[in-house]
């Protein structure tokens, strides 16, 4: 889990992987988040798909009247190459399997995909493929290897393995997209992320820590013993428990509607209790209020904060 990669760093990680990338007009700025109101991220992954058609990169754009564009992140052709589409949420994954989503954050073999309990488009990037589908129409070896750099730029950026590839066809019940195999596909995008890497770019790879805001433990401790107390709403720390609460929301143990008001309310200490049992923690020690080991290991499951004591 971590934060989206920039429009810049995005650009810089994909050519640093060797692609040549094509930058539709306007593709920065394309997204779904202001009109869903729900802004795109933290991400967990990478989803590859097949268009089932041909010609379609307008369309990925676009959109159609049912589902407003952009369809992706990007759109590889088979003879066009690679094309920057869209830039924040993008209309390309839907609803999946909550399941299959905590796997793919936890780097884990996927569960088969049963159920469609989650949003896709929160925590996903995606590929679309130029391809009919149809199992006779074939995957040029160039556009397929450019599939698995596409994949492996965007692993390597963020500090993931192949097992935070998924194909579209494993997250979401009844789609068969892409239909190649996709453990082969993970094989190449882990040999790739293996390879040496000839060309470095100015990426900062998501391990890194430099950049990563940081929570104060000691504060942090004070709110989560101050606001439930307090009067409704009450904040003693903004900014390390609106990171905290972002990291509880994207793995799972607090729901988005409570997260991002400030405030380490009740509900938010249930879920760092969560947390803390998840962790193996018990007693007094899962009560809900953070403690070093905890934080430490919540700001580097989540990739989206360092911990000062
Ligand atoms: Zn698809």
Sequence with gaps: MAIPLSAAKTLAALKAEGLTVHE???????????????PFGPVIGVLIHHTAGHGDKELCYRGRADLP??????WLGKAEGLWMIGHGRANHAGAVDLD????????????HDDEADADGNDCLYGLEIENLGNGRDPYPDAQYRQAVLWAAALCRAHGWSEKSVAGHKEVQP??????????????DVKKQLAAVHTKPGPVTPGAGTASKPRVD???????AKTDPGARQGHVTYMAGT????????????????????????????????????????????????????????????????????
């Design 69 to 74: 564009g952009p369809l992706c992140h990007s």
């Design 242 to 309: 609106n990171l905290v609460e972002a990291a509880l929301v994207g793995l799972g143990y607090l729901g988005r509607a409570f997260a991002g008001d400030g405030s380490f309310g009740s509900t938010t200490v249930a879920a760092y209790a969560k947390w803390q049992r998840h962790l193996g923690f018990t007693g007094a020690d899962a009560n809900g209020v953070p403690g070093k080991v905890s934080l430490t290991r919540l700001g580097d499951t989540s990739g989206l904060f360092t911990v000062v004591a």
């Design 100 to 111: 299959v989503l905590d796997a793919l954050r936890a780097q884990t073999r996927l569960p």
């Design 24 to 38: 539709h007009a306007g593709w920065a700025t394309h997204n779904r988040d202001a009109a869903t109101g729900k």
């Design 217 to 223: 433990l000691s504060r942090l401790v004070r709110a």
């Design 174 to 187: 009844g789609k068969i997209d892409p239909s190649f195999d996709m453990d082969d596909f993970r094989a």
